[in-house]
């Protein structure tokens, strides 16, 4: 997942576009970049890290224009996060288009191969999202006569993107002199929502992946860009909009919800935080049943996203829920970090046990989630160490089993500690005393009673299920190899540098 955003406003965008950057900084802490549009020319500045690493005064002085892109990125299954792909992206023909991107195309290198051989387009990284920008760019330049451009010319070329782009794509894009663009791919999985303010001056637009950004700013949720269909605004502020895909069905990514989202953001008329709570209900009616046979004396969260299902679960059970891990709000979200060596590491610096909550006790520990079993193998043992009698563990979430190939960086399925173990084995791997699950049905019920007219969900990470594409055992293996050299390369590097730092000193 990353973070996207557009903004066409009646002042400067580039602090609008900052701030709401920030307010999508959980989506992706690897690379940031802004582009801004005066008239006909872009500005730009992207790099890698946070945000406040990125923007110092005087890059945001060069972003000059009252219309806007941005992203914070998270690299996702082939690609890396090397300078060069952070996002937005800039092609020069036609008329001069930029870019940003959340998700993943499982055909990008079919369509790699076809822009290079049919369409005579080189695409110099080895990102997914230039492949899509120069898909867009071909399909306009085909779509249209002339120098003049109007938003049926556009939808068209976005109905071409569907046609050839495999996958899942949310999207915000500007066109030189015309106008912000914004797009979601057929089934609806990563999010995308819009809203205005209005001003002296007229309406503003902002067009952003969670609402969250748009509550900060003031901006008022209209409502979800709906799969298939695009909007544009133009540089005057008027709004077009059109469905662009001949078949469409919404089917947001469930893991948006357990994890990835902010609690206090509306994705698809669904609220996060509710569907949270809901989970941490219904997990407590499975610990109800399956766990009747156990004393728990606390029901404790592992900060931050469990925390609402921690809550609802421990009133639900009516068991005190006590804070026994103190967040270093300082350290970022560990499973979006690349490389094992660094997510191990800061967990540890991350969360730190209160021992009194733990001395003498049996205590339910609660997770949205185990993915690679970083975070609980690392907080099983520093329970045991604050001397905790017994070890139970929850997740609020089902085991994730099978890779994620829309935007979501599990593409391997070795790396996660759930494949090929039992429950049991599970358990055992990070050394908890008893571990239970949340059932599949159980979690598309908590986030389905949030808004009961969306029914299905890409789930793929759960059940092995790709909804979207032809995402074929070949393929998957040829992500799991890349990534398998990536992370060769990434330990390598860091073996490295902890040898010059010794010798340093
Ligand atoms: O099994 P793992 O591979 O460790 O992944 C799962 C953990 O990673 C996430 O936390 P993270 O620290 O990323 O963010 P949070 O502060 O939002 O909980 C998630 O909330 C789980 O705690
Ligand atoms: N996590 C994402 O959404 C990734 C976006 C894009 N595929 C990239 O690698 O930059
Ligand atoms: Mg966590």
Redesign the pocket.
């Known amino acids: 997942m990353c973070g996207i955003l557009g903004v066409v406003a009646h002042s400067p965008a580039n602090q609008l576009l900052y701030d709401g950057l920030l307010m999508l900084q959980?989506r992706g802490q690897d690379a940031a970049g802004i582009v801004t549009a005066q008239g006909n020319s872009f500005h730009m500045h992207k790099g890698l890290g946070m945000v406040r690493d990125v923007f110092r005064t005087r890059n945001m002085r060069a972003l000059p224009g009252r219309m806007g892109i941005g992203q914070v990125r998270y690299p996702a299954t082939g690609s890396s996060n090397s300078p060069a792909e952070a996002q937005p992206f800039y092609v020069n023909s036609p008329f001069g288009i930029v870019l940003s991107h959340n998700g993943n195309l499982t055909n990008a290198d079919v369509l790699n191969q076809e822009l290079f051989l049919a369409d005579r387009r080189h695409v110099n990284t080895r990102s997914d999202s230039e492949v899509l920008l120069n898909v867009l760019a071909h399909e306009l330049q085909e779509r249209t006569t002339g120098y003049q451009l109007d938003p049926a010319e556009i939808f068209s070329a976005v109905a071409g993107v569907h046609e050839r782009c495999q996958g899942a794509y949310a999207v915000t894009a500007m066109i030189a002199g015309y106008g912000l663009l914004a797009f979601r791919d057929p089934y609806g999985i990563r999010p995308l929502v819009f809203g205005t303010i209005e001003t002296n001056a007229g309406t503003e637009y902002m067009v952003a992946s969670e609402s969250v950004a748009l509550d900060i700013l003031g901006f008022r949720l209209i409502r979800d860009v709906a799969p298939g269909e695009a909007i544009f605004i133009d540089m005057d502020g008027r709004f077009y909009s059109q469905q662009c895909a001949p078949q469409s069905s919404l089917n947001p990514c469930i893991f948006e919800y357990v994890?990835l989202a902010r609690p206090d953001s509306m994705l698809d008329g669904i609220s996060v935080y509710e569907t949270r709570l809901n989970m941490g209900i219904n997990l407590a009616d499975k610990i109800s049943t399956d766990m009747r046979h156990l004393d728990i004396d606390v029901v404790i969260p592992?900060?931050?996203?469990?925390r609402p299902s921690a809550m609802q679960l421990a009133n639900r059970l009516g068991i005190s829920l006590r804070e026994g891990f103190v967040?270093n709000r300082y350290v970022g979200?560990?499973?979006?970090m690349p490389g094992q060596q660094l997510?191990r590491k800061s967990?540890r610096q991350?969360l730190n046990a209160i021992e009194m909550e733990f001395r003498g006790k049996n205590v339910l520990l609660v997770?949205?989630?185990?993915?690679?079993?970083?975070?609980?193998r690392e907080i099983v043992q520093m329970a045991r160490e604050a001397g905790a009698a017994k070890i139970y563990f929850a997740s609020a979430a089902p085991p994730v089993r099978f890779p994620n190939v829309y935007g979501i960086d599990m593409p391997t399925r070795q790396e996660l500690?759930a494949t090929n173990r039992t429950n049991e084995e599970v358990c055992r791997e990070i050394g908890a005393d008893y571990l239970i699950y949340q059932d599949m049905d159980a979690l598309k019920q908590a986030v389905a009673q949030a808004n009961p007219q969306v029914a299905n969900f890409e789930t793929s990470c759960f059940d092995g299920y790709y909804i979207a594409g032809n995402v074929t055992q070949e393929y998957l293996g040829r992500i799991e190899s890349q990534r398998n050299n990536l992370e060769l390369l990434r330990n390598q590097r860091a073996t490295q540098l902890d040898l010059t730092l010794s010798s340093v000193d």
């Open positions: 959980h994890y592992i900060p931050e996203s469990s967040k979200r560990t499973f979006i997510r967990v991350k997770d949205d989630s185990i993915i690679r079993g970083t975070t609980s500690i």
